[in-house]
């Protein structure tokens, strides 16, 4: 009791109810936090980046599009359809354009060149979206080691000090092992939220994918 009392006495009041910044706590963290940020950056570069391409696959206007191929194949005009389907430049233009190369074969080969494209399509969709999920993991475990070493440096400052215990020689250990702490957490609930928005959307994308290759289908079973 007498080593707080002491504390308190001497603690300049002013000192003590100064805030610390957010960017000021964040440094105390160590290199843990720098790791962090570095996770944490990664995931929203590769969350915009991939929500942006998968908004662009679900944006295009797929109805007029395949209206449009159904158009030109009952009038044979098969040429026609490929150009169309090869100049719209998105997911569902080239499933259908694979299917159009492969007319004059037998409809279980054309049905299984078109799955086969849109598998090829999603897995585009799909790159380093793993990597959000990789930092969801990653970001909570980070901060656990960083509680673990804050501690570790604490109870090693006060094996050193003995017994002049002080207040502000703990504070390093104790300001790394909470921070770290809270980032680690932080990182990782906004990539986990992140990784399940950008699934939600790629879910989507698929849906769309398997709509548009059964009209595709039912497109080629019409009579001319």
């Known amino acids: 009791m007498s080593l707080i009392n002491s504390i308190l006495l001497e603690a300049d009041p002013v000192e003590v109810a100064e805030k ?3 960017l000021t706590l964040a440094t105390k963290g160590g290199w843990v936090m720098i790791v962090l940020v570095c996770l944490l950056v990664l995931a929203l570069y590769i969350s915009i980046e991939r929500y942006l391409a998968l908004n662009h696959a679900l944006k295009e206007d797929s ?7 159904r158009e030109y194949v009952h009038k044979g005009d ?12 998105t997911s569902i233009g080239r499933m259908v354009a694979k299917g159009l190369s492969r007319l004059g074969r037998p409809l279980s080969d054309i ?22 999920a990789t930092v969801a993991s990653l970001g909570p475990m980070l901060g656990f080691l960083g509680t673990v070493t804050g501690m570790v440096k604490a ?13 502000q020689l703990l504070s390093t250990g104790i300001y790394e092992a909470m921070v770290t702490t809270i980032g680690g957490l ?7 939220f992140l990784y399940n928005v950008l699934v939600s959307r790629i879910n989507k994308v698929v849906m ?4 548009r290759s059964m009209e595709f289908m039912d497109l080629l079973h019409e009579p001319a």
């Open 78 to 89: 098969v040429e026609g359809a490929k150009t169309l389907a090869k100049s719209t430049d």
């Open 208 to 211: 769309l994918l398997e709509v």
């Open 155 to 167: 109870f090693q400052d006060m094996a050193h000090a003995g017994n002049n215990i002080d207040i």
């Open 63 to 69: 109805t007029n599009f395949m209206n449009n191929i």
């Open 20 to 22: 610390i910044s957010v």
């Open 186 to 192: 932080i990182v990782g609930i906004i990539a986990y």
């Open 111 to 132: 049905q299984t060149a078109v799955e086969n494209e849109g598998k090829l399509e999603v897995s585009k969709l799909e790159k380093r979206v793993s990597l959000v």
